[in-house]
């Protein structure tokens, strides 16, 4: 069968990276997946053009209802969506983008969350009339780049005179102008935070690897791919303690959570003295992700989906 996956693919996200490996699992199951960023269609009718060529896609698949799923509506083709972050936490709130996501979940053959949490909001949000969303964790796969060295993060100042372990370095791309700016005025005030360009996957868990800890900070919900990343290297996480990091980091248990400055020092000075407890957490963070992130798993359900399209095709 011949697939579109439509996604947003700003390169070395982790949107990216999620939809490269869904691709290559339907890929395996002998289909061919061509994955096309949301950016190069400007219209639904841009769209109509790409699919309509020889040999015509036979189905798509897109990650986010309202930025990808929505180019969808007007195609002829079968398809289903993947929840993307913001939908279900940002887009809903826009009665406009509401009803158009609404629409792609009633026209999709399937959709997928990434949690049970996320299907109850958004069944709670989006009429979905037949239960048609299933749940299916991200796999997560890690590999770490042999050659890797610091130099740029040793040449930015004198951290490497003092404590490593009192260094925060913030890796990755410069997605949103306005927050960059910000991010990097707060950096430019503060000593010991550095902020680095993105890299390769590998390089980035090469850099994970040589961490003491991975840090989330974030006040906006999602899935981190970036924690259980690093629980699969068995590098502990501290994470802030709202809802999108506590359904994977189990306090104390596969990682520890703060909820304020003084409490992110203190988890951090925990976790510096305390050899046993990050023994314990790094475990426990792997085996976690070993049972409930594995690829096999992925890739099993996404293949099952896919012959829903396929079957779907024959039966327009
Ligand atoms: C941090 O956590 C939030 C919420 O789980 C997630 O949306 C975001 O992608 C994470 N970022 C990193 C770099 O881990």
Redesign the pocket.
């Known amino acids: 069968m011949k697939l579109l996956f439509l996604a947003c693919l700003s390169p070395k996200t982790?949107n990216y990276t999620t939809a490269e490996r869904i691709r290559s699992h339907i890929e395996s199951a002998g289909h061919s997946c061509e994955l096309r960023d949301v950016a190069d269609f400007h219209s639904p009718s841009d769209l109509a053009h790409l699919v309509s060529q020889n040999p015509p896609f036979e189905g798509a698949l897109a990650i986010h209802l309202f930025k990808a799923g929505r180019l969808l509506l007007d195609l002829r083709l079968p398809f289903g969506v993947i929840f993307g972050?913001t939908d279900i936490n940002e887009d809903v709130k826009d009665e406009q983008k509401r009803v158009v996501m609404e629409q792609v979940l009633l026209k999709a053959r399937f959709a997928v969350a990434f949690t049970e949490k996320l299907k109850e909001e958004a069944e709670f949000v989006l009429v979905s009339p037949d239960s048609k969303i299933y749940v299916q964790p991200q796999g997560i796969q890690t590999e770490v780049a042999e050659q890797f060295c610091w130099t740029e993060f040793l040449r930015s100042s004198e951290w490497h005179s003092k404590n490593l372990h009192n260094i925060l370095i913030i890796?990755?791309p410069k997605v949103d102008p306005a927050l960059t700016a910000e991010v990097e005025a707060v950096v430019k005030r503060a000593t010991g935070v550095f902020l680095a360009q993105e890299r390769s996957q590998q390089e980035l868990h090469a850099a994970m690897k040589r961490c003491y800890a991975?840090?989330?900070?974030?006040v906006?919900?999602?899935?981190?791919?970036?924690?259980l990343e690093?629980m699969d290297l068995r590098v502990p996480v501290l994470?802030?303690n709202?809802?999108?990091?506590a359904?994977?980091v189990k306090h104390g248990v596969t990682g520890l959570l703060f909820s304020s400055p003084q409490e992110f020092v203190h988890q951090s000075q925990r976790l510096l003295s305390d050899q046993e407890l990050r023994e314990r957490v790094v475990r426990s963070g792997k085996l976690y992700v070993e049972e409930h992130h594995s690829v096999k798993q992925e890739r099993e359900t996404y293949q099952r989906l896919v012959d829903k399209l396929h079957k779907a095709q024959f039966l327009a």
């Open positions: 982790g972050g890796i990755g991975v840090v989330n900070s974030s906006s919900e999602g899935m981190s791919a970036a924690i690093a994470a802030r709202i809802p999108g990091n359904a994977v």
